[in-house]
């Protein structure tokens, strides 16, 4: 049986390990830094960067969603990004990524959210279809860019 929960303190190492195993899958494991420390500290410290939601499938951890708000200019309020959706390989075809999905959805419409946002690899082709299949709209026009490292270092002294 699927139940889904807020994610709270307590579940800071679930967190990271869950997080690492996305990171696996995605064939990012070596750039995931992430610790415990990190996951209390942003998503349950006096200024949260994030929250999340985990499934659990008969008491067992099945995955986790994890989201934070943005805020676009020309709608003139918020979104929501989620950055993570997650389900262990092993529990997949349960409909849990959609129940998760869908209750990032009910967050974000019940708080007036304009919409909910994510990305998606390029080669996860059973994520893409996934999300086809749920009538999401692909924006092919917008690449995603990042200034991370050294760049974002670089960066700051252009701003000086």
Known sequence: MLSIR???ADDALLL???I???AKYEHLDHETI????????DGF????KFRALLAEWDGQ???YALFFEFYSTFQGRAGLFLEDIFVRPELRKRGI????????A???WDEDYFCLRWEVLDWNKPAIDFYKNLGATFLDEWKAVCLIGDALQTATSKAQ
């Open 34 to 41: 992430i610790t415990e420390e990190d996951v209390l500290r």
């Open 45 to 48: 410290g006096s200024h949260a």
């Open 61 to 63: 951890p099945a995955g």
């Open 106 to 108: 009910s967050i974000a």
């Open 97 to 104: 990524g959609k129940e998760l999905l869908a209750r990032v």
């Open 16 to 18: 990271k390990t869950l």
């Open 6 to 8: 807020p994610a709270t």
């Open 20 to 22: 690492h195993e996305l």
